[in-house]
């Protein structure tokens, strides 16, 4: 058998060389002169973009940080609030509680010493009308009783000179 010179891929000319350098050359210095500029121009624009979306959204961070302090400094101010008025609302109940045991006990003091000067009042009434009552009846009595021990001359006479001796010795 008869060999065939075929061109080896594995060791090109020196032409094919030449030219696929040249060629590669040519399109190297277009994509370097149009290609690059555009691609580099495109991929510095994305860059910035992405900066500045960075930059805002450490903007919207820290925005955001700011508004949460704010909300818990907000909220603690509330339940500051929310407390200092349940305390000044408990408080103001028991002054209310406080009046009204207080007046309670004012007036019942006063009912109290109100009752005692009514009684006191009655038992003079009722001591007074015990006095007369026995006065009544004592002068009864006793002009019963004289009555009795006078029934005769004798008795009236006694019962005379005794008086005058007692007005005398008193005297």
Partial sequence: MQSINLPSILTPDAGLLFWMLLAFLVVFFFVAK???????????????????ALGKARE???????????????LNETRNQQAEILK????????I?????????NESAA???????????????ALREIRQTVADLSV???????RQHLADQTSQQQLIEKLLDESLKEN
Wanted: zero cysteines; glycine letters at 2%; hydrophobic letters at 40%.
């Fill in 34 to 52: 149009f290609g690059f500029p555009v691609i580099i121009k495109m991929v510095e624009e994305r860059k910035n973009y992405i900066d500045e």
């Fill in 60 to 74: 919207a961070n820290e925005k955001l940080a700011d508004i949460q302090l704010e909300s818990e400094r907000m």
């Fill in 97 to 105: 509680i406080q009046q009204a045991r207080e007046k309670a006990q």
């Fill in 140 to 146: 009864i009595i006793a002009e019963k009783v004289v």
């Fill in 88 to 95: 000044q609302a408990k408080q103001s109940g028991e002054n």
């Fill in 111 to 125: 009912m109290m010493q109100e009752a005692k000067k009514q009684i006191e009042a009655e038992k003079e009434n």
